[in-house]
């Protein structure tokens, strides 16, 4: 379930040669929590950010709640430089409080990667998953669904490297 794994402090681009990108998965899921339900969108997230040349630091199961979600990313994003993507509890059930658990603690919203991720496919439109900054970590909201969560990130991962890069310091431009 919830796992941690050595982590780096940075999160460069691999052809900078300085460090590898870094992100951890959290998956917001009441039945994830109960032993009812695997985490196969965790696992999925896991599976297309390590071949996307991400070292996944963390996965991290929490119940839904905007405390709990609040709570987690606060702890993930604590003296860490990278990516995190939740996913789960971004619809529109009574229980789907994802968006609002993150909106507690981000820092400033990042707009253009929450609209690129609701684009990839007709049913984004029912996401209220939202993205931001926290510190020099980037949090992306994905749904609950296996397609869904990997196609939200891949909708966005081509420019991740360079927002984490300025993130951390780095003048691009």
């Not at 050595?6 to 032993?35: E, F, M, N, W, Y």
């Not at 993507?85 to 658990?101: A, I, K, Y």
């Not at 939202?130 to 397609?147: C, Q």
């Not at 939200?152 to 984490?164: G, I, K, N």
């Amino acid at each position: 379930m919830a796992g941690s794994h050595a982590s780096h402090d940075h999160a460069r681009s691999p052809s900078d040669g300085a460090h590898q990108l870094v992100a951890k998965v959290l998956t917001v899921s009441d039945g994830v929590i109960a032993g009812t339900r695997e985490d196969r969108s965790g696992e999925a997230l896991a599976a297309v950010l390590s071949a996307a040349g991400y070292e996944v630091a963390e996965r991290r199961v929490v119940a839904d709640g905007v405390e709990t979600v609040a709570d987690a990313l606060r702890a993930m994003t604590d003296g860490f430089e990278g990516l995190i993507v939740t996913t789960g509890g971004t619809g529109f059930t009574e229980r789907d409080l994802t968006p609002e658990g993150t909106r507690a603690v981000i820092e400033r919203e990042a707009p253009g990667l929450a609209e690129a991720m609701r684009l990839v496919n007709p049913l984004g439109r029912l996401s209220r998953g939202m993205a931001g900054i926290i510190g020099r970590a980037i949090v992306l909201n994905t749904p609950g669904s296996t397609k869904g969560c990997v196609e939200c990130f891949e909708a966005v991962a081509d420019v991740l490297p360079h927002a984490l890069a300025l993130l951390a310091g780095e003048r691009l431009h």
